[in-house]
């Protein structure tokens, strides 16, 4: 199941109709690449602007990974047909992907010229075949417009244009069309360990006259076909995916609760506010995610205040933070408090943003406070996280 989708085009007009057919969402830039966050349903979708080249598809798919963490990716757009059966808005599902400007040349001295049907592939111009259960998935997805094809997407920086060569290609190389993008994020999905697919529309086809034109609109018909079809397997995928379950944290499942933050942090004891506390002991709310523990909040209620003492997710960017938010929220209000407030240490720069675009107000730095915790609890380290020295305490609030 794919709980955070990942899915590329080269140019915003191989995503606009898609960017439009999903919620409003957040954009943002990684590694000097466009990034959008939105979803569907339960599933997290990012729409990547990869920049066209195989060296733009290879660097935004890297930000990508690094930033957001997908189950899956789907890279998707245009392509040119390198066989005379391939007809405008036909789709091929990218079995596997091949570079095929991965070349070498016979020796020829000044003068003999060059000859490129005369060229055989390099040593890596190997095949990268994509993940077996997401092409089954979106094969699975109909699609109207025109045939679809299975098997293998070519891919280089070149734009090929002669009839002989596009046959040699293809005699060469078996791929069924050219594209620009796709081996390489292939290459770079493989690396990191992540299910990738390619699926491109056939915008153009030298070899049956059907070639992009300025009054005919081939690739501007044929992308809309495809991002129309897109979105269908966006919302095929979403309804697959799995959705988090929202618990009480209660005396039944409290030691499951003291496990998941001993794996997580290595204690249920914390030092908040200089005072040693099992927050496990408390009140909270647990996450599952196909049936597992993915996330734990623990929160205490005194008086008209309410805090949070610990706030721990193993399934970022699905959500379930601002979810738990919300529900300690509600459990707050109900029971009269005005305020709530938690703590969180001058290292972690992630939580400081996280709770700043939630609504959370900087109401105070305990300067030095991490020297007295160390009083209490000595395994607490000196350096934090980014390599920061782990001193002060930074107080966040908000008016409920």
Request: glycine share 10%.
């Amino acid at each position: 199941m794919v709980s955070t989708l990942l899915l590329q085009g080269a140019v915003n007009t191989e995503l606009d109709r898609i960017l439009a057919g999903l919620p409003v969402g957040n954009e943002a830039e990684h590694g000097g690449y466009w990034f959008y966050e939105t979803h569907c349903g339960p599933m997290r979708v990012v729409l990547s602007r990869t920049g066209v080249g195989m060296l733009n598809a290879a660097l935004a798919t890297c930000a990508g990974l690094s930033a957001y963490r997908p189950d899956a990716v789907l890279n998707q757009g245009s392509a040119g047909g390198h066989t005379r059966q391939m007809m405008i808005g036909d789709l091929v599902l990218g079995q596997s992907a091949v570079p095929i400007n991965e070349l070498e040349m016979p020796i020829r001295a000044a003068g003999q010229g060059s000859d490129a049907l005369t060229w055989r592939p390099g040593p890596r111009a190997i095949p990268m075949a994509c993940d077996a259960q997401l092409l089954e998935r979106v094969r699975r997805v109909p699609y109207q417009q025109g045939h679809m094809h299975i098997g293998r997407l070519g891919t280089g920086d070149l734009f090929s244009r002669e009839s002989d060569r596009i046959d040699w290609l293809h005699a060469t190389f078996g791929n069924l069309c050219e594209d620009m993008e796709s081996a390489a994020v292939y290459k770079a999905c493989q690396a990191a360990g992540v299910p990738v697919l390619g699926v491109r529309v056939i915008a153009n086809n030298e070899l049956t006259g059907m070639h992009d034109a300025p009054d005919c609109g081939f690739f501007e018909c044929a992308k809309d076909m495809l991002q129309d079809y897109m979105l269908n397997v966006i919302r095929a995928l979403a309804q697959a995916a799995p959705q988090p379950r929202f618990f009480p944290l209660t005396d039944k499942n409290r030691i499951d609760a003291a496990r998941y933050i001993l794996d997580r942090w290595g204690d249920v004891n914390m030092v908040i506010r200089g005072k040693m506390m099992d927050v496990s002991a408390g009140e909270g709310v647990l996450v599952c995610l196909d049936g597992t523990l993915c996330a734990v909040c623990c929160y205490e209620i005194d008086g008209d205040s309410a805090e949070i003492t610990l706030m721990d997710s193993a399934a970022e960017r699905r959500g379930i933070g601002s979810a738990l938010i919300e529900r300690v929220k509600a459990a707050a209000q109900e029971r009269g408090c005005h305020t709530l407030r938690l703590i969180t240490t001058n290292d972690n720069l992630h939580a400081m943003e996280f709770y700043q675009r939630r609504g959370f107000v900087l109401t105070g730095v305990n300067v030095d406070a991490l020297t007295r915790s160390r009083q209490l609890k000595p395994s607490i380290p000196l350096i934090g996280e980014h390599n920061i020295p782990l001193r002060h305490e930074i107080e966040f609030s908000m008016a409920l």
